[in-house]
T-cell receptor
Framework: EDKVVQSPLSLVVHEGDTVTLNCSYE??????LLWYKQEKKAPTFLFML????IEKKSGRLSSILDKKELFSILNITATQTGDSAIYLC?????????????FGTGTRLKVLA | EAEVAQSPRYKITEKSQAVAFWCDPI?????LYWYRQILGQGPELLVQ????????DSQLPKDRFSAERLKGVDSTLKIQPAELGDSAMYLC??????????FGPGTRLTVL
């Protein structure tokens, strides 16, 4: 069965800390991995990763994919209270003739002032 | 910037009633997704459309849920009858073929 597992489930840090969020997956015919940030509404897109070893970066956020070990990490440096959110990992797979996104349960990050 | 539109944003209903949610994807996006997200969990795919055709509805509880996208543009998701366990956020997303999907604001359903 296709699955996406995120860890930790929740995390509390102080402003200025660096955090690393993990996403591992087992899916049929992997196509891409996506990271989303979800505050009190719908998820907003952060990164899409398709190639192993290539870092995607946007400001204080960065992400990298390891297709051999089947995982990705999302790094946030110099965290701010505005980074408090649920971070979702989704894997796009092609299990049976159609593309499908499988989501992890998310990591709930709380950044304290 | 183009966005996925959903309505209503909030819906409170009593169990056994019928509810319907509407989604208008980003113009030109052929693929449309309906997800259900229970508090504390990641989104779970209910149904995926490619134009007007259903390509995946394996997780849709077909005894009470139905979805349509008659003209291949906007879509409606219906629940009849609603049950207490249906309380969740219902998210619509769209993508251009297999590109990144973009989410609408969601409809938060509460069943009393």
């Amino acid at each position: 069965e296709d699955k996406v597992v995120q860890s930790p489930l929740s995390l509390v840090v102080h402003e200025g800390d660096t955090v690393t969020l993990n996403c591992s997956y087992e899916v049929t015919n992997f196509r891409s991995l996506l990271w989303y940030k979800q505050e009190k509404k719908a998820p907003t897109f952060l990164f899409m990763l398709t190639s192993s070893g290539i870092e995607k970066k946007s400001g204080r956020l960065s992400s990298i994919l390891d297709k051999k070990e089947l995982f990705s990490i999302l790094n946030i440096t110099a965290t701010q209270t505005g980074d408090s959110a649920i971070y979702l990992c989704a894997v796009e797979a092609f299990p049976s003739g159609t593309y499908k996104y499988i989501f992890g349960t998310g990591t709930r990050l709380k950044v304290l002032a | 910037e183009a966005e996925v539109a959903q309505s209503p944003r909030y819906k409170i209903t009593e169990k056994s009633q019928a509810v319907a949610f509407w989604c208008d994807p980003i113009s030109g996006h052929a693929t449309l997704y309906w997800y259900r997200q229970i508090l504390g969990q990641g989104p779970e795919l209910l149904v995926q459309f490619q134009d007007e055709s259903v390509v995946d509805d394996s997780q849709l509880p077909k005894d009470r849920f139905s979805a349509e996208r008659l003209k291949g543009v906007d879509s409606t998701l219906k629940i009849q009858p609603a049950e207490l366990g249906d309380s969740a956020m219902y998210l619509c997303a769209s993508s251009f073929l297999s590109d990144t999907q973009y989410f609408g604001p969601g409809t938060r359903l509460t069943v009393l």
